[in-house]
């Protein structure tokens, strides 16, 4: 998103430069066109049409050097996103062969420091009892995903997907669950006290009596678990 808008601001500082161009070229011609009178008419029009196509040679060059600047950072962009998902994938790939949980929780660490939790492919990963405090999962899949005891308080895990994933007795506490997908996930004891549900799609999520939703209150059948998917502004 910052590199698209550091992209829109260069293409439009270079039409501004040559549309800038263009108006000054117009403005000196109409004025010498002005002042030099009907006998010298023909050599004045020439002498014009060559200061445009100056003009216009001057602002195709800052336009091409536009577009070059633009394309250098777009290029250095994809390689450092590049770069970026084979760290991912390796370490994604470390925790698929893990099976103790200290040694999932120093990889995990390592991708939070790393900043490598957000739009990850974690999906069918056991993550049991991880410690995910105050991380960026933002955007991630974690379909199917086993976070039973996991700790996820104050974490980023808009947009992210946890459709059918087992969050029973999952601490998310002050989480940031807007816009996530958790149709079928499992939050049976589930803490999610101060969370932020807003746009939370929870279609045949399952709770019971020991799930806190986002107002303390303790799930029970009659509540209605979408009043908290609500914005304030829609309310």
């Known amino acids: 998103m910052r590199?698209?808008?550091?992209?829109?601001?260069?293409?439009?500082?270079?039409?501004s430069i040559a549309l800038s161009l263009a108006i000054l070229g117009g403005l000196s011609g109409y004025w010498s066109f002005s002042v030099s009178g009907t006998a010298n008419?023909?050599?004045?029009?020439?002498?014009?049409?060559?200061?445009?196509?100056?003009?216009?040679l001057g602002a195709a060059i800052t336009i091409l050097l536009v577009e070059l600047v633009i394309y250098q950072?777009?290029?250095?962009?994809?390689?450092?996103?590049?770069?970026?998902?084979?760290?991912?994938?390796?370490?994604?790939?470390?925790?698929?062969r893990t099976q103790k949980t200290d040694q999932r929780q120093k990889i995990l660490d390592?991708?939070?420091?790393?900043?490598?939790?957000?739009?990850?492919?974690?999906?069918?990963?056991?993550?049991?009892?991880t410690a995910l405090e105050n991380c960026d999962l933002s955007e991630s899949d974690l379909y199917e995903s086993n976070l039973k005891d996991a700790s996820l308080s104050k974490a980023n895990l808009q947009g992210i997907s946890l459709r059918r994933s087992n969050l029973s007795y999952a601490n998310l506490k002050?989480?940031?669950?807007?816009?996530?997908?958790?149709?079928?996930a499992n939050l049976v004891g589930a803490d999610l006290y101060q969370a932020n549900l807003v746009d939370?799609?929870?279609?045949?999520?399952?709770?019971?009596?020991?799930?806190?939703?986002?107002?303390?209150?303790?799930?029970?059948?009659?509540v209605d678990v979408s009043k908290f998917t609500k914005?304030?502004?829609s309310a």
């Open 110 to 129: 390592r991708m939070a420091r790393q900043n490598l939790l957000s739009e990850a492919w974690l999906y069918s990963l056991d993550l049991s009892a």
């Open 200 to 222: 939370a799609d929870f279609n045949q999520a399952r709770f019971d009596h020991k799930t806190r939703l986002p107002d303390g209150t303790f799930w029970i059948p009659d």
């Open 73 to 96: 950072k777009r290029d250095e962009v994809s390689r450092v996103d590049r770069a970026r998902t084979r760290r991912q994938e390796h370490l994604i790939e470390q925790l698929r």
């Open 231 to 233: 914005s304030q502004n």
């Open 3 to 15: 590199s698209q808008q550091t992209e829109n601001n260069l293409r439009m500082l270079g039409l």
């Open 174 to 184: 002050a989480a940031n669950l807007a816009e996530a997908d958790l149709v079928e």
């Open 41 to 56: 008419s023909l050599q004045w029009w020439g002498n014009w049409l060559q200061d445009v196509g100056t003009e216009m």
